[in-house]
């Protein structure tokens, strides 16, 4: 038999008893397992001497290099090839020819924190006028015999390497960022050729890292555009028989909705070509109005917000659920306009930080049970410990920024169970502590943990 439990924790300072108010019922199973918690808190980039502790709170799993920098500023790249391998004419098998001073400061301060690099093989975006890495390499075999050398210091401790094990190996960043309208030929970002230039790229670095490297995960190409040039990478994969252990994807939104239509689109792709054991992940996403100046002036300003915290909690609880198998928030290098949890300049924790946390509790109990709501707009997961406790994030997010209507929540609990704590982060302060009581109200965009127990009785 299962009994409504209702909880208060006044959000909101409402002068008026009579005040409009949006009903929600949340039920949770702890019987109903769904699978594990996955891994929905992964991010691109590591930590730096200003977030190295509040970086480890996080437990980020794990770690992308890409648009990486030695230090908290934009620019500075250090893991990019020609970082590495300064010298295109230099010997592709000596020590020598290979400078990985700062790529190692970058992997040892992810590792110190606690998370696993995910190292993308390739360039970072280029905004500047001139161009330097991101035009095809002059040969492709050369370029991936380089890729091989960087593994090998990383997990073989060549060239005085390390032992880092790292697993995930993504070849290039967006390959198709610039292919509408032939961009590519004029003002290219990401990749400086065509799309046959990089299949045929990518095919001779996956198939030569693989057979170096049969155990670790090789793949990419953490496309801007997946629908619209994913199929014909899929098909030049398969005709080619090429590795593809996990493909990347990126997506930009304010609606969570949009998000999974993308997720579970592309599942479906891969399946049908042939690729259904091919790890999809999101590896970049955030929140985003549009790429024309106001929108993104807006998304600028909305991102380090309760509203973007709201987004980051909607979205993770939104994807544990469908298939995908990891979401990587772009980004965690403060000084950036991508950054919510931390302040530029002065590293101030900011409200997305918190559904980041709260995740990472979610993940420490480490099995999904079953959670629904009545209700649209509100985003629930929840998770079971090995000793029976219960976790359930609640996340109440509106793209309309003129909703404000606060929303009474229920938890309809087996019988027996009974919340112990709450912490919550909305527009009234970051993570408080509110008593547990007997109506829980929960702001336009507010993100909430449960923490519950089953009495004996």
């Known amino acids: 038999m299962k009994h409504r439990f209702n909880l208060a924790v006044i959000l909101l300072l409402l002068s008026c008893s009579g005040a409009p108010r949006a009903q929600a019922v949340i039920s949770v199973d702890p019987a109903a397992v769904r699978g594990p918690v996955k891994a929905m808190n992964a991010a691109n980039n590591g930590p730096t001497d200003n977030t190295m502790e509040g970086y480890k709170a996080l437990r980020v799993p794990y770690a992308r290099t890409h648009d990486t920098p030695l230090g908290t500023e934009y620019g500075g790249h250090c893991i990019d090839i020609n970082q590495v391998f300064p010298d295109w004419n230099a010997n592709v ?14 992997l040892q301060d992810i590792l110190k924190a606690g998370a696993k690099p995910f190292y993308r093989l390739g360039q970072s975006i280029e905004h500047q006028t001139q161009k330097y890495g991101i035009y ?3 040969d492709y075999k050369k370029w991936a015999k380089i890729c091989e050398h960087i593994i090998r210091h990383y997990n073989e401790g060549w060239a005085d390497g390390y032992q880092m094990g790292i697993d995930y190996w993504e070849i290039w960043n967006e390959p198709d960022l610039d292919q509408p309208d032939d961009r590519w030929k004029t003002d290219p970002r990401t990749w400086a ?11 001779i670095t996956a198939k030569h890292l693989k057979k170096c490297f049969p155990n670790l995960k090789i793949g990419g190409p953490a496309f801007a555009n997946p629908r619209k040039y994913g199929p014909a990478f899929l098909d030049y994969v398969k005709e080619k028989d090429v590795p593809l252990d996990f493909f990347s994807h990126h997506m930009y939104h304010y609606k969570p909705a949009r998000i999974v239509e993308d997720v579970r689109i592309i599942r479906k792709m891969l399946d049908e070509k042939g ?13 985003n109005r549009g790429w024309d100046k106001a929108a993104d002036f807006y998304g600028r300003k ?6 973007g915290a709201a987004f980051v909690g909607a979205v993770m609880c939104a994807c544990q659920s469908e298939p995908l198998d990891m979401l990587m928030y772009y980004d965690l290098r403060p000084n950036t306009i991508w950054c919510g949890p931390w302040a530029s300049h002065l590293y101030d924790i900011r409200p997305p930080y918190w559904p980041l946390y709260y995740w990472a509790e979610l993940a420490d109990y480490g099995t999904q049970v079953a959670s629904t709501c009545d209700t649209d707009d509100i985003y629930t997961s929840a998770a079971l410990s090995k000793d029976g406790k219960l976790r359930l994030m609640v996340v109440n997010y509106h793209k309309d920024d003129s909703y404000d209507t606060p929303c009474d929540i229920t938890l309809n609990l087996p019988d027996g169970w009974l919340v112990t704590g709450i912490r919550l982060t909305d527009s009234q302060g970051m993570d408080r502590r509110p008593d547990v009581t007997d109506v829980l109200t929960l702001e336009a965009n507010a993100v909430v943990l449960f923490e519950m127990e089953k009495i004996q009785r």
């Open 193 to 203: 050729g065509t799309m046959e230039q990089f299949h045929e790229l990518y095919a």
């Open 302 to 307: 909305m991102r380090p917000t309760v509203k």
């Open 275 to 287: 690729f259904g054991k091919t790890e999809s992940i999101l590896n970049e996403w955030n929140y």
């Open 136 to 138: 095809p390499p002059r």
């Open 93 to 106: 098998n000596s020590p020598k020819s290979y400078d990985f001073t700062n790529s190692d400061v970058v």
